[in-house]
Structures are given as structure tokens and as C-alpha cells.
């Protein structure tokens, strides 16, 4: 069946560094990937996503880069800030009217001040 | 503004009784879906409504029944609740080709 999951359950940065959270999928047919932040008390927030056909996409501090021959996706986080601490988590959709998140576990990303 | 709201976002509450989540969604995209995480933090959907009408139903306990009045809103009703009911239950949206989330229910049975 389909799955998504990521590589690490934790990840400990120092403020400044630059983060990279791996995420591995099985399935070829999704559409897009999507990253998604969540707080502690909070619901997951989008991040950015990545359509299937693209290799790399970048946001605001965040770039996501996607290589399907190995179907793994990451996350980069440039100059990581203890806002940043929070779970990650991937998810793989199909699109359409009965659009449908494979949700993977997340990474609980901890910035060291 | 919070494009999807839910309330109550605490509830605790005993075995056997109903209780019901209300979600509502201020952008009025068509599509609603209510998710489960749990404790380990994986999140699966439950249920997807497009335009009130069901879409995805999951394999969930007939004790949980949706209910869409109308397209802002899409309510989570649970019969005989059980400690395994215990988890977050997230309401969420489906806009452009992703899903936007609200900020979460936390259900604790006891």
C-alpha cells in the first residue's frame, strides 16, 4: 500500500545551522508533496509543497527538494531559528475532488539556542 | 481570521457518553475533512465531504457520524464514546491542491 515516512523521529540543530529533514515515499502516482509544521497544542500548518513533476522548489527560508528516482523528498530550513521548533511532517496527496494526504510521522525538530 | 475554526478545542467527557465537534470554514471551499491523530502523532483521515455530500468514508466505527448542514460547516458526532476515541481531531479544508488544517480538538475519554 502507499506509505510516507521519514527517516529520523528527532533532530537537533544549533540556532543559525541550517536543518534538512528526509522524508521516503512509495507511491509514484501522487500528485504533490507537501510539508507540514506543527506546534505543540497546534494544528499541522502548510509549509510548502512540490509538485511530482519538479525537482526543487523554494519558499521563504524553506527549499524542498524531490528526487523520484529514489522517491525521497527533503526539507531544508536555512538559518534555523527556535521558531522553527516544532514536528515536520511530509504528506503525499492525489489531487482532485477526492484529494486524499498519505501522512507520514513526523520529525520533531529541536533548535539549541 | 482562522479559515477553519472548531470547537470546543478541550473536551473531556466519559465512557458511554455522545458528544459532538463542530467545524466551520469561513473561505467556503467546497471540500471538508475530518482527521484523527494520535498519540504517536500520525494523522488519518476519517471522513471528506464535497458540497455536503460524502466523498471518503474510512474505516471508522459507525459510531462517528459527520454531518454537514451546509458547506461552511461539517460537524463530527460520536456515539458510546470508548477510551480508544481518545486523540486529536483535526477539521480541515481542501483549497488548491493542498489541505489547510484546523487547530485541533483534544478529546479525552475517561
Known amino acids: 500500500g502507499e506509505s510516507v515516512g521519514l527517516h529520523l523521529p528527532t533532530l537537533s540543530v544549533q540556532e543559525g545551522d541550517n536543518s534538512i529533514i528526509n522524508c521516503a515515499y512509495s507511491?509514484?502516482?501522487?500528485?504533490?508533496f507537501i510539508w507540514y509544521k506543527q506546534e505543540s497544542g497546534k494544528g499541522p500548518q502548510f509549509i510548502i509543497d512540490?509538485?511530482?513533476n519538479m525537482d526543487k522548489r523554494q519558499g521563504q527560508r524553506v527549499t524542498v527538494l524531490l528526487n523520484k528516482t529514489v522517491k525521497h523528498l527533503s526539507l531544508q530550513i536555512a538559518a534555523t531559528q527556535p521558531g522553527d521548533s516544532a514536528v515536520y511532517f511530509c504528506?503525499?496527496?492525489?489531487?482532485?475532488?477526492?484529494?486524499?494526504?498519505?501522512w507520514g510521522l513526523g520529525t520533531s525538530l529541536a533548535v539549541n539556542p | 481570521d482562522t479559515a477553519v475554526s472548531q470547537t470546543p478545542k478541550y473536551l473531556v467527557t466519559q465512557m458511554g457518553n455522545d458528544k459532538s465537534i463542530k467545524c466551520e470554514q469561513n473561505l467556503g471551499h467546497d471540500t471538508m475533512y475530518w482527521y484523527k491523530q494520535d498519540s504517536k502523532k500520525f494523522l488519518k483521515i476519517m471522513f471528506s465531504?464535497?458540497?455536503?455530500?460524502?466523498?471518503i468514508n474510512e474505516t471508522v466505527p459507525n459510531r462517528f457520524s459527520p454531518k454537514s448542514p451546509d458547506k461552511a460547516h461539517l460537524n463530527l458526532h460520536i456515539n458510546s464514546l470508548e477510551l480508544g476515541d481518545s486523540a486529536v481531531y483535526f477539521c480541515a479544508i481542501g483549497w488548491g491542491n493542498t489541505i489547510y488544517f484546523g487547530e485541533g480538538s483534544w478529546l479525552t475519554v475517561v
Open positions: 507511491n509514484s502516482a501522487s500528485d504533490y
Open positions: 465531504y464535497n458540497n455536503k455530500e460524502l466523498i
Open positions: 504528506a503525499a496527496l492525489r489531487a482532485g475532488n477526492n484529494r486524499k494526504l498519505i
Open positions: 512540490i509538485r511530482s
